[in-house]
Nanobody
Framework: QVQLVESGGGLVQAGRSLRLSCAAS????????MGWYRQAPGKQREFVST???????NSANSVKGRFTISRDASKNTVTLQMNSLKPEDTAVYYCNAVASPPSRPSARLIYWGQGTEVTVSS
């Protein structure tokens, strides 16, 4: 099983920056996609950004030009650099991964971290 541990959340003023990190650990074969989702108070979880094992990235229109996702060489950690933060970015940010267990290389399982809070004040 893959465990995802997030870090980097906090309270910042609008216009400032934060960097979120997510580290994958445990037993896994291959990680195909890692990324971030967020959930604001009273709203459902929404897509933020993802990166594939091949390096391709996708981001929500609401964060394009402000957020940048990257993955390290070992392919087990992703970072979300968040610049020019806005109050509407306030949410709990969840790390997400699509991976295969070593015993079932053809499987595609979805994993979630427990979330890290980001609060942007005006």
């Amino acid at each position: 099983q893959v465990q995802l541990v997030e870090s980097g959340g906090g309270l910042v003023q609008a216009g400032r920056s934060l960097r979120l990190s997510c580290a994958a650990s445990g037993s896994f074969g291959s990680i195909y996609v890692m990324g971030w989702y967020r959930q604001a108070p009273g709203k459902q979880r929404e897509f933020v950004s993802t990166v594939t094992s091949g390096g391709g990235t996708n981001s929500a229109n609401s964060v394009k030009g402000r957020f940048t996702i990257s993955r390290d060489a070992s392919k087990n950690t992703v970072t979300l650099q968040m610049n020019s933060l806005k109050p509407e970015d306030t949410a709990v940010y969840y790390c997400n991964a699509v991976a295969s267990p070593p015993s079932r290389p053809s499987a595609r399982l979805i994993y979630w971290g427990q979330g890290t809070e980001v609060t942007v004040s005006s």
